[in-house]
């Protein structure tokens, strides 16, 4: 079981310097921001799923097995901190404390996008920070514009278990600076796919991906997703809020529900045939355990979690994980499944929005 620890909080990464370059720049301003959003978190389209209650069904909360198989790894936990950062001096020590939290807790982690240590090796401490503090299962994580031996570096940087490959199209597309030639992702991410000895992640940043995507990817060779989809921390608002020269508006609510891609790719009457990981506006231990139900293999959680540390520390985060493995565990009993497959026979309402486009999708 998870115990809530006496953590202290991370003293500055000693010879780190300032860096006022833009990258590092823009690292602290997604922090920023992603704080803003979580400030106050509102209803998404999880509250559009409701669990049946059946009163009777001789499941005790000691039988409970909350273990769950990702990526050639056996978590005790079936969520994790999702990625987020690093490549300042401020985010490297949010690293720390993440990964400090993580190890304390047996949770997995991910770290945030490596391209800054790739292309400025001062950077990889505030990366290689997540090794230091913990000995459980970690994700590197690049774009697909990496080259592949920059993916094989990415991944030894930390001795991770596995890499995730973002796809963030609609974030490029309304950052400014951002890529505009997306011709070669699927022909790179084949390629980094088979250069890493790791498992592969393709991971969406909270726009979601829809069951073609996921088909695509694993016409690629893909064998794992995080749908990531809309209803938490919203990088189109984050970039939006940097740009200089009036917001890209017109963007302001692109992308589909973490429930909604789930729906899609799992409950449909053609489910997709690799394994789904599922994040994006996961706010409470009730959201991890209706993404289980719905097939997602494990729940990723970013902003919520940065949220709590920004506000209570390390030891405010450590007991918040603590929490929620409690709570999983309380819930799967409530539901009768001893293990986070038996979720999957469990009976889930899908009401409002989410049940008007799940049936304009053609799920059933
Ligand atoms: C992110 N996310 C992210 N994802 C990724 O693959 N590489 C990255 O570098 C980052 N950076 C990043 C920074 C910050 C501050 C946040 C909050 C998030 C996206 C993240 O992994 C996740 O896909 C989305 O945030 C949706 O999940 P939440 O935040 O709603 O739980």
Redesign the pocket.
Known sequence: GIVPLELTVGQPLADTPEWHDASSLRKDD??RL?LRQHEHEGANAFDDLRFIHHALHGVSVSQVDTSVRVCGGQWMQPFYI????GGSARTGEINRALAHVAGETGVAM?S??QHAALRDPALTPTFTVIREQTTGFVFA?IGPTVSPDQAVEAVRMLHADAL?I?INLAQEIIMPEGDRDFSTWPDRIRAIAQAVDVPVVV????FGMSRATVRELAALGITTV?V?GR???DFGVIENARRSQGDFSALGQWGQSTALCLLESLQGPDPVGIDVLA????RNPLDVVKALALGARAV?????F?GVLDREGERGLAAEIGRWAAEIRSIMALLGARTVGELGDTDLFVDGLTARHADLLGVD
Request: aromatic share 0%; hydrophobic share 30%; glycine share 24%.
């Open positions: 997604h922090v992603a999702n990625a987020m950062t991910a945030g996008s994580n995730q973002h991971k969406e940043v909270g995080d990531s209803g938490g921390t994040s994006g506006g996961v990723g959680v970013s902003g919520h940065l």
